[in-house]
């Protein structure tokens, strides 16, 4: 499997190129804007770095659905499939990379993120301040009420809930594709599916709790998140295997 | 029995690619697939090298259900350029290393020299008879237990197509299956050993060529006509 | 090598390699070449090969030693035997035809030896 996910990451490589020219472009003119004491160039920099990030962070999340679509649409799907490896190791592949992909950003952001303090401090000179920023920074996290567990449960939360966005987008584009081949209305089908599917799960998880609220009194919190954390992997892990059964099954590449 | 298609069909919409298709195939052959185009001889690869699911039927590789394992054993080159648009041909031979175990990457080297191409070159800068040898030289660097070459001769040169009919004969021995797909009759016409003549998805016949000369005189040319 | 497409292959695989021991091109005891290499030469594939010198072994024409390879007969007589072998073949075949189309052999004759003097006459 570390070869079909090697081979992913180099189908993300046009991503993350961008991704980093853009990042650089965007330190330099910060860098710029503090060496020259151009606080408009400064601060805009600053402003696209931090505003850009949204739609990088949702772009690169869903990038793995759209490669896998774009696979299936062009004749390279025989690059996956015409080799001896299972459904799941192809699929499992691509979920890894997605992983992979949002880390390697992130680090990415990060290192964007310490040049730009680095640069900062070596500029004004000015530890004192930076610290007490820092420190400022930690307080108004204190007493906003957010403690390192909540941080984890919402980290853990949103991956569990990018992680069945990508099964359904899978299986959105899997389904599409097994029905339509390589027609031009393929991928709005499979987006529209994306949003059915979508529909289904948060139903079931509707229904769920409604069952499960009549019949045990769970008013404690981390038995709920504990029941949200086993609903999301359940049903992430069976669109995994729908699309797998289908795809072993019925896909025509 | 190496390969056996039992009842194979395939539909796509309302039409029947493949129609109640049965056919078996020995090793140690070369066959020709034969028919015109749209006739489903791609369908019919596709199957067998796992790409497309037959809607009926089943096919039996060395008498166990064709899976994903299989394909360790089977080569298909496709009409159309498939390689990642990202690779140079270089990346393409590390490609076949990475996934296939009877790839031999020393002989990829030689045939792209042979071949007049460069490790270097990009491919989606490829021209189409360029791209088709690069197919046929990451196919034939495989030692595949059964090769489906899927119009191998089509776009390429006078020249290269000896090299490549060269390739293939010295490659295919006792241990082997080549179905080679073509309507070039007069290029494989020497070496062909059955003809596998299919019409609107169905299994017209199949015949052994040397001894249809022998019995009736006839050139595979002649069969294709009375049959087809 | 240019085949007739109507008639087996190997059959005139075999013709061809008997013209060339006649010619002297295979010498008797020589090395012919491997099963592969023959395949590739004249385009057939490795089963037709290997009956190409089954048969051509059954004729007396050759021999294999195991694990070493086909070599040219070396019996006594066997380059003319092809050689008056072939010619008769060639003879019988011209002769049908000829009497086909109504000549007899004493007309066949004159034919050749007019043929010949068209041919002088060219030169």
């Known amino acids: ?253 | 029995m190496m390969l056996e298609c039992k009842d194979l069909t395939k539909w796509y919409g309302g039409k029947k690619a493949v129609d109640d298709l049965t056919l078996y195939l020995e090793k140690g052959k070369i066959y020709g697939l034969l028919g015109e185009n749209g006739s489903g001889k791609t369908t019919w690869m596709k199957m067998v090298a796992g790409l497309t699911k037959p809607s009926r039927g089943e096919i039996l590789y060395e008498g166990e259900k064709l899976n994903y394992r299989h394909r360790a054993k089977i080569a298909y080159m496709a009409t159309e350029p498939f390689f990642y648009s990202f690779m140079n041909i270089g990346d393409v031979g590390e490609y076949y290393e990475d996934f296939f175990e009877d790839f031999d990457g020393k002989r990829y080297a030689e045939l792209i020299v042979k071949l007049g191409l460069s490790r270097e070159m990009k491919v989606k800068d490829l021209s189409s008879g360029m791209g088709a040898k690069l197919k046929l030289a990451a196919t034939l660097s495989r030692k595949a237990e059964l090769v489906l070459l899927d119009e191998p001769l089509n776009g390429i040169d006078y020249k290269a197509r000896e090299e490549i009919i060269n390739l293939v004969l010295e490659e295919a021995d006792e241990n082997n299956t080549f179905v080679i797909s073509t309507h070039l009759l007069e290029e494989v016409e020497s070496f062909v050993e059955y003809g596998i003549f299919i019409r609107d998805g169905k299994l017209l016949e199949k015949v052994n060529l040397e001894s249809e000369r022998m019995k009736t005189g006839r050139s595979l040319a002649d069969i294709y006509l009375d049959i087809m | 090598m240019d085949y007739n497409t109507g008639m087996p292959i190997y059959l005139q695989v075999i013709n061809d390699l008997k013209k060339r021991i006649v010619k002297g091109e295979l010498k008797p005891g020589m090395k012919m070449p491997s099963s592969r290499d023959l395949a590739v030469m004249y385009k057939v594939n490795q089963n037709t090969a290997a009956r190409i010198y089954r048969e051509m072994e059954m004729a007396g024409y050759c021999y294999t030693k195991r694990g070493i390879g086909t070599f040219v007969s070396e019996e006594d007589n066997m380059v003319e035997d092809i050689k008056k072998e072939m010619a008769d073949q060639l003879l019988s075949g011209f002769l049908h035809e000829m009497a086909d189309l109504g000549f007899d052999r004493e007309e066949i004759m004159t034919q050749i030896r007019n043929y010949k003097e068209d041919e002088r006459d060219d030169a």
């Open chain 1, 1 to 253: 499997m570390g070869k079909l996910i090697k081979y992913e990451l180099k189908k993300q490589r046009t991503t993350r190129m961008v991704i980093l020219v853009g990042l650089a472009a965007g330190l330099i003119a910060y860098t710029a804007g503090i060496l020259f004491d151009l606080e408009n160039v400064m601060l805009i920099s600053l402003g696209l770095i931090a505003i850009m990030a949204w739609p990088v962070l949702f772009y690169v999340g869903i990038e793995s659905i759209f490669i896998f679509n774009q696979d299936l649409r062009t004749k390279q799907s025989y690059m996956l499939w015409m080799v001896p490896k299972s459904i799941w190791e192809i699929l499992g592949a691509k979920f890894i990379s997605a992983i992979l992909q949002i880390l390697i950003v992130f680090v990415m952001y990060a290192a964007a993120a310490t040049v730009a303090g680095f640069v900062t401090i070596v500029r004004f000179s000015d530890f004192q301040t930076v610290l007490e920023s820092f420190g400022e920074l930690s307080v108004m996290f204190r007493e906003s009420g957010i403690s390192l567990p909540d941080m984890i449960w919402f980290l853990v939360y949103v991956f569990l809930l990018w992680t069945i966005a990508v099964m359904i987008g899978f299986l959105a584009v899997i389904l599409s594709r097994t029905v339509l081949l390589r027609s031009r209305f393929a991928g709005f089908f499979a987006a529209v599916l994306f949003v059915l599917i979508n529909m289904a799960v948060g139903g079931l998880y509707s229904m769920m709790m409604y069952i499960l609220s009549g019949v045990v009194d769970m008013s404690a919190s981390p038995l709920w998140n504990m029941l949200d954390v086993v609903f999301y992997l359940l049903a992430s892990a069976a669109l995994f295997g729908i699309s797998g059964w289908i795809a072993q099954r019925k896909l025509s590449v």
